[in-house]
């Protein structure tokens, strides 16, 4: 299996997919870099370098660009080790009252549906980059301290894209995390699994 430390982000093109790209190279993670904007994300490679990144025109909505992109990723790394399904959008002003519902579609098109497209695309490839580990989980029952520290890489890497956007609601979320230590962490995990109490 070749090196997992390979990180897909939808988004990439610019705020926190961008941030998170470079923060995450930084880091020596190599990058798929996904978006529609192939200029910004080519600039985003020469960047970063062309040796450990590469661009992938992706419309997030579109399930055969995810699956090409996918296979993009494959071809140029050989394994998905982890996915940032960042690409989002906004809604049109005006709020729920005052923007046409007709432009709520592609706030469902991009934001849940193109999330889900993601996670379908790429979900065998990031099994199979951590098959040894999956393969732990299922004989022991418990996460091994290679997988806690895979993890522990990741939401490193994520906490830096956040923390390197100018955003006050992110400089809130950085805020927060940044208080969190790991113990915090396990319970609020605990807390987002445990099912609602029945009426
Ligand atoms: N910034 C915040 O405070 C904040 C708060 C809460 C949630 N978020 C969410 O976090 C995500 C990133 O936010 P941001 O502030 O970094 O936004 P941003 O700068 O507008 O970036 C959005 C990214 O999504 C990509 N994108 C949009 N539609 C796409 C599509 N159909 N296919 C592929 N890529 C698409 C854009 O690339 P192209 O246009 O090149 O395709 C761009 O790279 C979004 O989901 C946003 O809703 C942000």
């Known amino acids: 299996m070749p090196d997992a430390k390979v990180l897909l982000i939808t988004g990439a093109s610019s705020g926190i997919g961008a941030a998170t790209a470079r923060a995450a190279a930084g880091e020596g993670w190599n990058l798929v870099l996904a978006a529609r904007s192939t200029d910004k994300l080519d600039a985003l490679v020469r960047e970063i370098g062309e040796d450990r990144a590469v661009a992938v025109a992706c419309d997030v909505t579109d399930y055969d660009d995810q699956q090409r992109m996918a296979d993009a990723a494959i071809k140029r790394f050989g394994c998905i080790g982890a996915v940032f399904a960042n690409a989002g959008t906004g809604g ?15 706030l469902v098109d991009v934001n849940i549906l193109g999330v889900a497209y993601t996670l379908r695309a790429v979900l065998e490839h990031v099994k199979a980059a951590h098959e040894d580990i999956l393969k732990d989980i299922r004989e022991s029952k418990k996460l091994p301290e290679e997988a806690q520290e895979r993890l522990n890489d990741v939401i490193n890497e994520f906490k830096k894209g956040f923390s390197a956007t100018d955003g006050s609601s992110v400089a809130v979320n950085e805020a927060e995390t940044e208080a969190m230590d790991e113990a915090d962490v396990e319970k609020e995990s605990v807390k987002v699994r445990k099912p609602a109490p029945k009426k």
Do not use: D, L, V, Y
């Open 92 to 106: 049109k002003p005006g709020g729920f009252s005052g923007a046409p519902p007709e432009s709520w579609r592609m």
